[in-house]
């Protein structure tokens, strides 16, 4: 099946730094691809929607330059959480989406930020 | 309303019991429906991708779909202790990006 790799799966920093957080898809090109955020016991959140070579579209409320999205290439998204703070810790999920129409997303082991 | 409502749980049934897990939907424009497995700390696996009315089987694990009533089920037989997880349903129009209802968590007891 479709594999989608993301790395880091777990980090630890002090507040203020910045973390990038990388999404690839391993067998199969994404033209698209997604960021989550996941809080203790409650669904997944959509942060973004990245666009290979072009812009992400962000949802309501969250910060576009808090959150830094790059889709460079086919099989690499990254998400940086810059100046980070305590309240950023949280589950960071990113997911592919295959070519062809309609195809269901596949989903990165989530990366796991803790700010202290 | 809400667009996707699924029974919280959490759920906890002996090993070898069936398993139901099912989700409401309002969005008549839902055209594709999936159900995700998450294992703690984990992201979501995709178990079932269906996208019309009806049953679709795989194994121990059987989806179905009503569009008539805006309802989906997973289906779970022979349950193991593995399959203690969180089930999420997800529905896509195929134009937007998936709405996902909160999750059952399921204990299996052996």
């Known amino acids: 099946g479709a594999v989608v790799s993301q790395h880091p799966s777990w980090v630890i920093c002090k507040s203020g730094t910045s973390v990038k957080i990388e999404c690839r898809s391993l067998?199969?090109?994404?033209?698209?691809m997604f960021w989550y955020r996941q809080f203790p016991k409650q669904s997944l959140m959509l942060m973004a929607t990245s666009n290979e070579g072009s812009k992400a579209t962000y949802e309501q409320g969250v910060e576009k330059d808090k959150f830094l999205i790059n889709h460079a290439s086919l099989t690499l998204s990254t998400l940086t959480v810059t100046s980070a703070h305590p309240e950023d810790s949280s589950f960071y999920i990113c997911?592919?989406?295959?070519?062809?129409?309609?195809?269901?997303?596949?989903f990165g082991d989530g990366t796991r930020l803790s700010i202290l | 309303q809400k667009e996707v409502e699924q029974d919280p749980g959490p759920l906890s049934v002996p090993e070898g019991a069936i398993v139901s897990l099912n989700c409401t939907y309002s969005?008549?424009?839902?055209?594709?429906f999936m159900w995700y497995r998450q294992y703690s700390r984990k992201g979501p696996e995709l178990l079932m991708y269906t996208y019309s009315s009806g049953n679709k089987e795989d194994g121990r694990f059987t989806a179905q779909v009503d569009k008539s009533s805006k309802y989906i089920s997973l289906f779970i037989r022979d349950s193991q202790p593995s399959d203690s997880a969180t089930y999420l349903c997800a529905f896509s129009t195929g134009n937007t990006p998936l709405v996902f209802g909160k999750g059952t968590r399921l204990s299996v007891i052996a």
């Open positions: 997911s592919a989406e295959p070519p062809g129409s309609n195809q269901p997303q596949h």
């Open positions: 067998d199969f090109q994404a033209t698209t």
């Open positions: 969005n008549s424009a839902f055209q594709y």
